[in-house]
């Protein structure tokens, strides 16, 4: 009786999750790195769509910064290096939180699309006046590369972000 009342649970859960826009991320092949796309921004990359999907194209710099706006809630994410013919090759997106999955894929050369975050607007005040001083607008970040640098990556995600998005 208990399975059947955390089934039920689990299904209602699902079942009230919010549906977002899924996404194709294009990144140049052969790019290794963090990357962030910025929503929100007037002079951005505009929207396209793809078969009722955003598309990402992801410039060499790793920062996109996008018209669209967040994009929160359930999603199916694919990502495709791009090379200069248009080609595309797909990367795997993993969930690194998956217990072994890092260790286990540590000793090999695999691209993967992993360490995917969300930001939120941020709004910076001046303590004494009160004064607004800045706005951090929405982003997403993620990071392409290798897993056996998984630790080293993870920090070079937060820098490359914080120095590209308080820079917009």
Avoid: W
């Amino acid at each position: 009786m208990i399975r059947i009342t955390i089934l039920i649970l689990l299904i209602t859960m699902v079942g009230c999750a919010q549906k977002a826009e899924d996404t194709i991320r294009l990144i140049p092949e052969g790019y290794e790195g963090a990357v962030v796309i910025i929503y929100n921004q007037e002079d951005g990359a505009p929207k396209e769509y793809e078969e009722n999907a955003r598309v990402y194209r992801i410039p060499e710099t790793g920062v996109l910064r996008t018209q669209f706006e967040p994009n929160y809630g359930v999603q199916n994410h694919q990502f495709f290096y791009v090379g200069s013919n248009g080609e595309r090759s797909k990367i795997q997106f993993v969930m690194t939180n998956i217990e072994g999955f890092a260790s286990e894929n540590k000793g090999n050369d695999k691209i993967f699309a992993y360490l995917e975050q969300t930001i939120g607007e941020v709004e910076k005040y001046n303590p004494d006046t009160k004064e607004l001083i800045y706005i951090i607008e929405p982003a997403r970040t993620f990071y392409i590369g290798r897993m056996k640098d998984i630790d080293k990556d993870y920090q070079e995600q937060l820098n490359f972000t914080f120095k590209h998005h308080k820079n917009q």
